[in-house]
């Protein structure tokens, strides 16, 4: 049986850590990996950059072995000892070292070949029951006959809100930060677009590795910033109900669905019997602006959000079986009236990186315009505020997330244009790639679901809700690999 996995980044090395670990990557199998990157099982978020770039999660949701969810924190304690792997959050080139370490021994086994090259088709050669694909290359060389195809094509293209791609001294995708930043003039003005952890990493860097002699300006639309993460929640095992079972006991009282008002009443109920006052938490850690954050979270002992960032982190694995399980009117409703709120406690930042940033605005060295309207570009760019402030920067930095709209792919990733365009692949409401679920199954124009090609990623974020991050690409490509993938 052969195999090829698309992409070999985080997803890629997962799928191809679930087939070892299952005991499915025997001597009659034989998989081709396809990915241009010259560190394969590393990916462009973990590859070679600064130091000043953190992970956003402890050590104990960041293992790639499936069987073992400690393995990255056993691996840190040898390696990196001077990390306390309980409460750090380590450099990202850190976890890009254990990636390699652990996922290269398994790239020269016999039977698995890594071709450093960019595929751009697939192609259905085969319509029976069981259909075959051939992959091909942008020079035009194919590859195959495979009998099951993964996509993990990694994530999809910075957002453009002001059109400025193309011009000069606007970066639109800044990492590498080391090779994308290195060549700053000193005394350039510069303006980061966004005030997610993009924005941070940027900040972090730039304030550690650049004598910036002109203040650095964070200009995004959202007045307000993240959570912090604090230490884990180390007591008793929280109530959690909202697992599969309960999921599907509800749906079938509701004729397929889980109303979205009974996933909240239930919520509601476990809060209060873990004892957590979401009315008191939400007064206390609810957005704020940088000064703000900073002074919620510093010098001080945070029990209860620790509390309720633990029941998240459990409430997490079960996302995309809860989002499947609402209706569309009621995913409509999720996104109106709770994403939100939700994403604010469960997308956390580095608290060395706020506590930066904040001693940096004190300093005259950062500040943040909340409210940008436009951007224009003459000698220099010009970034008009809804208070009517005009500033000038010689550099612009896009910090302001991914773009799941299918229609704006274009040449960014010639592989799913070509895929979509023939209806190889489908768009799910323009916002990312249409999959069955909880299979991941690809969905194809003219033969339907196809059972032995699958999409893992955050372009599927759309079914499989809040996936990026290192603990749900894992468990989804073992689910896939272990229930899934017949074999």
């Known amino acids: 049986m052969k195999i090829a996995i698309v992409g070999f980044g985080v997803s890629g090395a997962a799928l191809l850590m679930s087939l070892k670990t299952s005991g499915k990557l025997d001597a009659d199998i034989q998989v081709d990996i396809f990915d241009p990157n010259n560190e394969p099982a590393v990916g462009l978020p973990y590859g070679k950059d600064t130091k000043h770039l953190l992970l956003n999660a402890f050590t104990s949701a960041m293992s790639l072995n499936p069987k073992n969810n400690y393995e990255f924190s056993e691996w840190l304690e040898k390696h990196y000892p001077e990390y306390d792997v309980t409460v750090d959050l380590v450099p990202r080139t850190v976890f890009g070292e254990y990636a390699k370490e652990r996922l290269t021994p398994l790239l020269e086994e016999d039977n698995v070949t890594h071709y450093p090259k960019e595929i751009v088709d697939a192609i259905i050669q085969n319509t029976s029951s069981s259909p075959t694909y051939q992959l091909e290359d942008a020079n035009g060389k194919k590859y195959g006959t495979y009998d099951s195809l993964f996509f993990a094509v990694g994530n999809p293209p910075y957002r ?16 590498p930060v080391v090779e994308k930043l290195k060549d700053i003039d000193e005394d350039a003005k510069i303006a980061i677009i966004g005030s997610n952890l ?3 990493d940027l900040v972090n860097y730039l304030s550690h590795e650049k004598d910036l002699q002109q203040p650095i300006g964070i200009f995004t639309i959202v007045p307000h910033f993240n959570t912090l993460r604090v230490p884990p929640y180390q007591g008793p095992a929280l109530q959690y109900t909202l697992d599969r079972e309960w ?14 008002e009974r996933m909240v009443e239930t919520i509601n109920k476990d809060l209060k019997a873990n004892n957590i006052d979401l009315t008191a938490i939400r007064k206390k850690y609810d ?7 900073y002074h919620t979270y510093f010098n001080q002992e945070h029990p209860e959000l620790s509390k309720l960032q633990g029941y998240i982190a459990r409430l997490s694995g079960y996302l995309g079986d809860l989002y499947m399980a609402l209706s569309n009117d009621d995913q409509i409703r999720y996104h109106v009236d709770y994403a939100r709120l939700f994403s604010h406690y469960q997308v956390r930042l580095a608290p060395d990186a706020v506590e930066n940033m904040y001693h940096m605005q004190t300093r005259d060295k950062l500040f943040v315009v909340p409210d940008l309207v436009d951007i224009n570009k003459d000698d220099t760019f010009v970034l008009n505020s809804q208070s009517g402030d ?5 550099l612009v930095i896009n910090a302001s997330g991914f773009d799941f709209n299918t229609d704006q792919i274009g040449d960014k990733n010639p592989l799913l244009t070509n895929l979509l365009n023939k209806g190889f692949l489908l768009d ?4 990312g790639i249409l999959v069955t679920w909880p299979e991941s199954q690809v969905i194809n124009q003219r033969y339907g679901q196809l059972d032995n090609c699958f999409f893992i990623g955050p372009w599927i974020s759309n079914t499989h809700y809040a996936n990026n991050n290192v603990k749900a690409l894992v468990q989804k490509a073992d689910e896939i690999v272990s229930q899934y993938m017949d074999i």
Do not use: C, M, Q
């Open 428 to 431: 799910k409401d323009k916002r």
């Open 160 to 175: 453009d809100f002001y059109d400025l791609s193309g011009l000069e001294d606007y970066i639109h995708n800044p990492y």
């Open 198 to 200: 993009t924005a941070f």
């Open 287 to 293: 957005p704020a602006d940088l000064e703000g954050t």
């Open 247 to 260: 999921i599907e006991k509800e749906a079938s009282e509701n004729k397929g669905v889980v109303p979205l």
């Open 390 to 394: 005009v500033y000038e920067a010689d």
